[in-house]
Structures are given as C-alpha cells and as structure tokens.
C-alpha cells in the first residue's frame, strides 16, 4: 500500500520523516528512535531522498559529533546519488545543489568538534563555495549564519558544542 501511495504522489515515508522531527522537538530521544527505525525501514540501499533526509536529521539529534558525523557522511552520501527529478517530485521547488551547503556546513562541524580541523575546513570551504545556490531566505540565511558560527569556532580552536547548532 505505501508504495502506491507514493507512486499517487503522497510520499508516506517523507511524512513519518516529518512527524518524527516534530516529535524530536518535544522528545529527542522518541524523535530519534523513530528515524532510526524509518532508516532501518528503508534501508542503506533505499531511496536516496529519504536516506539523505533521515541521515541529515538524524545528525542533527545526536549529542555525540563522532555519532553525528556517521549520520552526515550518510547523508551526503546519499545526495550524490540523488536526482533532480527525484527531489522536485517531493516538493517542485527543491533542487539537489541546494542540499550541499548545508551538508557540508555540518560535516564541517562535525569535524571541528573531533578536533580535525583540516577536514572540517575542507568542508567549511565546500560549504562556502556552494551557499550561492541558496535562495536569500530564512533557509539560506540560517546555513549562511551557520558558516559564519563555525567559520569563528574553527578560528579559536574551538571543538565546543555551538549553541545555534
């Protein structure tokens, strides 16, 4: 049944994805659980939109940077493989360029939280090189301030948890 709800334009695991992130906001760890449970459903060879999307939120709920990291790498990993025409059937307005400044910005993080500060520079200049992609719109804005977060932590050496993180 959920795949000819898909396939009728209703994507059903992009919903759970949704309902688990508005549950994370209230309860990180049922939000979580949730995507972990999505990303098992889906599998490491699934469709690459929903690995890209639960990966980046996944990331974005770990406490731990190696942890975080894992779930990054994923995601990215996922965006390579990512189409155009998959993104804009989920919403017309997407567009595969659009999801790499953000993903490299937090691989940045991720990295500079573990101490390895030149893989997070390299990402941190990918993420840069990338950002005119981005509307100017609070989306784009908040990953332009986010380069800006990082870009000063990396500066001070810093391997401190951000707090606009």
């Known amino acids: 049944m959920t795949d000819s709800l898909e396939?009728?334009?209703v994507d059903e695991t992009?919903?759970?994805i949704g309902e688990a992130m508005g549950i994370a906001g209230r309860d990180a760890a049922e939000g979580r659980d949730r995507l972990v449970a999505l990303w098992d459903r889906v599998g490491a060879a699934g469709d690459p939109l929903h690995?890209?999307?639960i990966g980046h939120y996944l990331a974005d709920l770990c406490d731990d940077a190696a942890e975080a990291l894992t779930w990054d790498i994923r995601a990215l990993d996922a965006a390579d493989t990512l189409t155009d025409d998959r993104v804009k059937a989920h919403h017309a307005s997407l567009s595969v360029?659009?999801?790499y400044p953000s993903l490299h910005l937090n691989l940045a993080d991720n990295y500079r939280r573990l101490g390895s500060f030149v893989a997070a520079t390299r990402h941190l200049d990918e993420a840069r090189r990338r950002l005119g992609v981005l509307a100017d719109d609070g989306y784009g804005q908040t990953v332009r301030v986010g380069v800006d977060h990082v870009a000063a932590a990396l500066?001070?050496?810093s391997t401190e948890r951000l707090s606009s993180h």
Do not use: D, L, P, V
């Open 97 to 99: 360029a659009g999801f």
């Open 7 to 9: 396939n009728a334009g």
């Open 14 to 16: 992009m919903a759970a």
């Open 51 to 53: 690995r890209c999307t």
């Open 155 to 157: 500066a001070a050496g």
